[in-house]
């Protein structure tokens, strides 16, 4: 398995697609792939190792008082961004991860792989040696997501997003990486993760993650970093795609994001947006109640990027129940309505949260269109049964049972914070509903 499939979905996606992805279908008509191919969106072969204007929308102002905003594209399935970094400022593109607590950026004299040039400076990188407000503390051996990146030297610096500036803020200078971190012109990386992760990065060990150094630090105005990321298009041809994205650092999202309409939930892991639902239950579009009670050692996870709903047999089912769409494609998990006026009438699904809140996998949560080579435009949704039971636990991956998924097409209507004080994952409507269009 490729180390770029690792860093895109996290130890559960990866997983999940080595179970789950097949090809993309090239003339039946209505058949998509249950996720969408990550080869597609990789730069195409000889592309210049630096991210151009095209490639990432760089950040764009949107801060009121202590709030820090920033805009990110999709490209790669990796969320890309732009900070500055020292004094004067030094522009860094950098991956925002969700799922690690990695806090570093790319030395400017470390070589590339297979490269031993230390000489000369590389364009785009930090250059602790530049910056006037750079503490450099040296022999501290740190590694970073699966070991991919590493060095002996971590720096505390002023990093800015937007216009607000968050000053002392500690991270690695790595001065050794794997080929995918250049190829993909990246620079840095922004670990949004609350849980530590030990398992992947040692930095905690020498200091917080960004995360709780946020937390700590008063330039913001509370230590919460909100995302918010839509898909709404994709060709499977071309590989192009439409989508658009952004993190708030030090509160929640108020613009994409409806203001007030964010509601926490204990963040139980062991992944970053794990929480845990008791039941789920609904109606049929012809009214029939349904319900499901949850496996007690099962987590309900928040996954961008991941198209397709995943779980149990007993929650797919409760899906194909509550939607009343019809198996069209058994090997990519793809049902189908038989119009997109029946999406109206299906039925949503409320999620009864341990602790008494809810939430709610409405249609619009589910539905994704599909415009097949004939320019025919068909309702469905992607939901990938995992083959077991919801009563069985003993399924596991690295030691947890698995979890059911909320999948893209849930998260285009929705944004997701962590608050880093107390462990707890908000979640709030957008202002704008997303529908994700798939052609072929």
């Known amino acids: 398995m490729p180390r770029l499939l690792l860093l895109v979905f996290g130890l559960l996606a990866t997983a999940l697609l080595l179970s789950a992805v097949h090809a993309a279908p090239t003339s039946t008509a209505g058949k998509q792939p249950h996720t969408i191919p990550l080869s597609i969106l990789r730069l195409p072969e000889g592309a210049n190792k630096h991210w151009t204007s095209s490639l990432v929308h760089l950040f764009q102002e949107k801060t009121t008082g202590g709030n820090a905003g920033l805009i990110f594209n999709i490209s790669n399935w990796q969320l890309i961004g732009t900070v500055s970094v020292g004094t004067p400022a030094q522009s860094v593109n950098v991956w925002v991860s969700p799922?690690?607590?990695?806090?570093?950026?790319?030395?400017?004299?470390g070589p590339d792989s297979g490269s031993s040039d230390t000489t000369v400076a590389k364009a785009g990188r930090y250059d602790y040696t530049a910056s006037t407000t750079a503490i450099a503390t040296n022999n501290q051996p740190f590694f970073g997501v699966y070991s991919e990146a590493n060095g002996t030297t971590t720096v505390m610096d002023t990093v800015q997003f937007n216009s607000v500036s968050l000053t002392n803020l500690t991270f690695g200078d790595s001065t050794a990486y794997d080929s995918w971190v250049t190829?993909?012109?990246?620079?840095?990386?922004?670990?949004?993760?609350?849980?530590?992760?030990?398992?992947?990065?040692?930095?905690?060990?020498?200091?917080?993650?960004?995360?709780?150094?946020?937390?700590?630090?008063?330039?913001?105005?509370?230590?919460?970093?909100?995302?918010?990321?839509?898909?709404?298009?994709?060709?499977?041809?071309?590989?192009?795609?439409?989508?658009?994205?952004?993190?708030?650092?030090?509160?929640?999202?108020?613009?994409?994001?409806?203001?007030?309409?964010?509601?926490?939930?204990?963040?139980?892991g062991p992944y970053s947006t794990s929480f845990r639902v008791d039941s789920i239950s609904g109606a049929s579009p012809s009214g029939d109640s349904l319900s499901l009670a949850i496996n007690v050692n099962r987590s309900v996870v928040i996954w961008p990027m991941f198209v397709g709903f995943v779980g149990s047999s007993d929650f797919v089912q409760l899906l194909v129940n509550a939607?009343?769409?019809?198996?069209?494609?058994?090997?990519?998990g793809y049902y189908e309505a038989n119009s997109c006026d029946d999406v109206q009438n299906m039925g949503s699904l409320t999620l009864n949260i341990a602790g008494g809140s809810t939430l709610t996998i409405a249609p619009a949560d589910y539905i994704s269109q599909n415009v097949t080579s004939d320019g025919t435009t068909k309702c469905g949704a992607y939901f990938n049964s995992l083959g077991f039971p919801e009563t069985d636990s003993s399924a596991k991956h690295q030691g947890f049972t698995w979890p059911i998924v909320l999948s893209q097409t849930w998260l285009n209507n929705h944004c997701y914070a962590h608050n880093y004080v107390d462990g707890t994952i908000g979640v709030g409507g957008t202002t704008t509903q997303t529908t994700l269009v798939v052609s072929s």
């Open 99 to 109: 799922y690690y607590s990695d806090f570093l950026f790319l030395d400017a004299y």
């Open 323 to 332: 939607s009343g769409l019809k198996l069209v494609d058994a090997a990519n």
């Open 183 to 268: 190829q993909l012109g990246l620079a840095g990386i922004i670990g949004l993760s609350p849980n530590l992760n030990t398992g992947d990065t040692n930095l905690t060990s020498i200091t917080s993650n960004f995360g709780t150094q946020l937390a700590a630090n008063s330039a913001v105005d509370t230590p919460v970093a909100s995302i918010s990321f839509s898909i709404s298009a994709v060709n499977f041809n071309t590989g192009a795609s439409t989508s658009s994205g952004q993190v708030t650092v030090g509160a929640e999202d108020g613009s994409a994001c409806t203001a007030g309409s964010y509601s926490y939930v204990t963040n139980t």
